[in-house]
């Protein structure tokens, strides 16, 4: 389990499933795809299928022409690098602990955000010119997302996560000025602040607003106004009924007692009535 979150029998905070002992979730299950795309894309850089890799990176005049698979293929393309094997580990590392917390089901969704979050954001751009790009993104958001979760945690030379991640982010803000790469700045920005934001939102320090639909108005029947009221028909009345005495009231009030008011048939209840008259006359009378 998490060293950070207490155990826990929640589903979608369990693995997905266990491999010789060690428990797999989806981060782990990302970083294999992603790995079996370095390799795939080494064999075809080494022979001569450098066109099959072109058609999977995202260009940003082909998607405006049309191909619109190219935000989602373009993570496919890997390279063999030591940033590759880097951001691996952080998504191994950090994912699974970001995924603890959040849920298999939510981690996904942060994943897929910050996976497309670049591309659609070129795409607007490349309207102002060309935007190019491959090779996956993400694995640093992750890291920030984890340190917005553990911000206190010490991380290398015992400096605090959020230490590390303002001095990253930081780092990588002035690379990318120093090389003008305004489209890696942007997706700096825009990815880490998401991952940020997307954190704050799921601890509770903010709500987004719902849209709310207006309310159909209610149609009253129109057979019958608001205002008036039906009149009481009244009740049936038996004729030939004596006036009940006392021994008749007692009675009346055991049956009533017993075996409820509704088990009074049509005679008794008509003295009952005549009973209750008699005895709201006697009070208005004294």
Known sequence: MSRFLPPTTDAD???????????????????????VSMIVTTLLLAFGGRAVLAVLEFTSPEVLAGQL???????????PGLGFV????????????????LGRRAFIRLYLALYLLTPVLLTILGLFGPRFLSGQTGSFAIFIAFAALYPNVPMFFNV????VAGILVAVYTLVALSNH??????????????AFAYIRHAQGHFNLPTPRLPARPTTRPTTTPATTTRPT??????RGVPPPGPADIDA???????DGIHSLTAAERAKLDEAQARLAKRGTRS
């Open 252 to 258: 009346l009030l055991d049956k009533i007692s017993r």
């Open 181 to 194: 790469d305004w489209s890696g700045l942007l997706s700096l920005w825009a990815t880490t602040g998401f």
């Open 86 to 101: 880097i951001d691996m580990v952080m998504l191994v590392f950090f994912g699974r602990e970001v995924e603890k917390y």
């Open 160 to 163: 605090l996560a959020k230490w």
């Open 13 to 35: 905070q369990q693995p997905v499933t266990w491999f010789r002992g060690h428990p797999v979730y989806a981060a782990h299950l990302i970083v294999a795809v992603l790995s």
């Open 69 to 79: 698979w190219r935000p989602f293929t373009y993570g496919l393309v890997n390279p």
């Open 233 to 238: 028909a009244p009740r049936p009345t038996v």
